[in-house]
């Protein structure tokens, strides 16, 4: 954010509860896609363990790549709202 649109001295209450409220919910957006990656994780894992097929073991090879992928976006989300959160306040 490059321009401030209020002044943060004449914040109300209801503004804060605001401001809080956006932060529970980014952390809450970034334990989502922890928790999907987490899932293409294991989906993957066990992809490669239990089956003997070589295109199954290709795509639990895939799944966790994009579990990687995920994360990796998911992360880079987080910080970029969680800075632009910290630049209102």
Known sequence: MSEKY???KEL???????IDRTVLANE???????RTALALFAAGASFIQF???LWLEVAGYLLIVSGFVLLA???KRFLS???DINEAK
């Open 6 to 8: 209020y002044d943060y």
């Open 28 to 34: 809450r957006t970034f334990l989502a896609y922890v």
């Open 81 to 83: 709202l969680k800075r």
């Open 51 to 53: 089956f003997g097929l």
């Open 12 to 18: 109300i209450l209801r503004d804060y509860l605001a």
């Open 73 to 75: 976006v998911g992360i």
